[in-house]
């Protein structure tokens, strides 16, 4: 069975003053435009927000919980909510309390501060987790890092809080000919899993929705759900990782997207070789020994029994075996 699982970031940061000078430091302590922050959040609420959760909301309960979806939501966005958006906050409360919803680690303040201090980093993570306690009731077991920014000396850290999975890119670059529809485990790790972004068919519905000169455009639901089940066989998951605002504000409610996202997830839960996973399903699955070798390499290249390029990661042995590198349906 192919998994679908679905990741949204949700950020929102506190922007600056614009008449904030460098002659104002040190004397005024007053740094943020709250009216643009006000403004802003209000109206990310009324586009996105707030009809995106209606709308999962309805196809968790519509599928009898057979839908699912996990959200990176970061500390400033929590903030925002709580002083401009309550309800917003209220309908993610929501979804949480659905048992369908997974809330993932990240840096609370949606920072690079792993690339420039451990302690930094680490503190970042232990006060989002505690915000998510505080509001949910929860306590991540994934983890995100800024942007997807990934190596091993990350997934090694975050094991050391106590997480179990860890997403990042599935760039090319390290995987090569290898597919990113497969659990990996990074060698230094003993439990934490890593899923990898496909970004091809994230990036159709982020990025090329509604993009007339894209070959595939008008993208629906039923072509969607055909793409993803073209991958059956080919993988274990799909991870389909974008920002929430994909809903509403970056394609706006006039480009369809909305009508396109409950059929979309409605075809795909009517299909039995689909099912929608949160990625802390992932975190009990075992991998093979370290001497599992991977699906069989392109001609003229010898395989790799344990490691991706640059990473150092393994996989469980895919009963999938390419002869060229992967491409999207």
Known sequence: MISVCFYFQVHQPFRLRP????????????YEDDRANAQIMRKVADKCYLPTNRLILDMIRKTDGRFRASYSITGTAIEQ?????????DSFRDLVDTGCVELIGETYYHSLAFLFSRPEFAEQVSLHQ?????????????????????????????????????????????????????VYQPAPCRKTKLLLKNYRLSDDLAFRFSDRNWEGWP??????ASWLH????????INLFMDYETF???????????ECLPPAGGRCCSILTSAFIPPRKWRGSTLRSRSSTYPSSPPGQTPSATSLPGWGIRCRTPRWKPSTPWSRP
């Open 230 to 237: 073209q991958v059956a066989g080919g993988g274990e998951t």
């Open 81 to 89: 909510f709580r002083m401009y958006c309550p309800e917003v906050l």
């Open 130 to 182: 505690r915000t998510l306690q505080q509001e949910f009731g929860v306590r991540a077991t994934t983890f995100r890092n800024t942007e997807l920014i990934y190596n091993n000396e990350l997934a090694h850290e975050v094991e050391r809080l106590g997480f179990d999975a860890v997403i990042a890119e599935g760039t090319e670059r390290s995987l090569q000919w290898r597919s990113p529809n497969f």
């Open 219 to 224: 993208l629906t639901a039923d072509k969607f």
């Open 248 to 258: 509403g504000e970056h394609q706006w409610a006039e480009t369809g997207i909305f």
């Open 19 to 30: 008449d904030y000078r460098y002659f104002n430091i040190g004397r005024d302590h007053d």
